[in-house]
């Protein structure tokens, strides 16, 4: 049996995983379910883990900060996340193996196969040291996000980057507006999807507002500075924000013009 551990933050995700484990993973042990890195620590402080199915996006300390301690108790980590990026190619290779959200179930098997597999060969610690840091190294460039998994409540919304028009906040939401005027509401702050999407694309400009450029029509400062997007929302620009922001749409009509 393989000691697992659960360890993601958002709660729809920690009982589906629990659930689809269970009923389709034979000789895995949930010895526990964190919604925090800090959680998950007191499990592997506590239990004998062998393996770890780990979210990279947290509030607070995202995954990544949880592979030190991992390598210290010899526990092996399968990641789960929402980003389906080019990195994500590295986590292929140089990790056990990832899960993309929503978790299709033979993909789940696949992984846990694997995990079983690799585990009973005892691999040597240093090679496995050596592949988590160069997986974190590779997983610092996000340049090239292509989708994100939206937590809709009933599952997750796959969304093309470039469908996104803005995210507005609300509290400690986030409402995405995308092209076809559908507007999905995540329990997650501004804050996360503003490190995680192309910051060559997707500026914020306010502390309630993230605007992709690529739905920018005009911006003056007749009133304050604003922005006008194609779909017709004005919305306003930050004074401490502005003169970034509009570097940003400058170095943002060079890459264009350059593409071109």
């Not at 995202?62 to 010899?74: K, S, T």
């Not at 999407?197 to 507002?209: G, T, Y």
């Amino acid at each position: 049996m393989l000691n697992t551990i659960i360890v993601d933050d958002e709660e729809f995700a920690r009982s589906s995983l629990y659930f689809l484990v269970q009923e389709n993973c034979e000789g895995i042990h949930i010895a526990g379910i964190a919604k925090s890195v800090a959680e998950a620590r007191l499990l592997l402080s506590n239990h004998q883990i062998d393996l770890i199915f780990l979210d990279i996006a947290m509030p607070g300390e995202n995954g990544f900060e949880l592979i030190p301690l991992a390598q210290q108790y010899n526990a092996h980590v399968i990641f789960t996340t929402a980003y389906d990026q080019y990195a994500l190619r590295a986590i292929k290779a140089n990790a056990l193996d990832y899960l993309l959200k929503p978790i299709d179930i033979d993909e789940l098997k696949l992984a846990v196969e694997k995990a079983d597999k690799y585990i009973a060969l005892n691999k040597k610690e240093n090679n496995r040291n050596d592949s988590l840091q160069n997986l974190a190294n590779n997983l610092s460039d996000r340049s090239e996000i292509r989708k994100i998994s939206l937590p809709n409540g009933q599952g997750y919304s796959l969304i093309d980057i470039n469908d996104i028009i803005h995210i507005e906040a609300d509290s400690n939401y986030s409402v995405f507006h995308l092209v076809n005027q559908e507007r999905i509401t995540v329990s997650k702050v501004l804050k996360e999807y503003e490190e995680i999407l192309p910051e060559q694309q997707f500026v914020r400009i306010h502390k309630s507002s993230i605007v992709n450029l690529n739905y920018l029509k005009e911006y003056n400062s007749k009133n304050g500075v604003e922005v006008l997007l194609k779909n017709g929302e004005k919305i306003a620009v930050s004074r401490r924000r502005a003169s970034d922001f509009a570097e940003k749409v400058k170095s943002y009509i060079r890459i264009e013009s350059d593409k071109s």
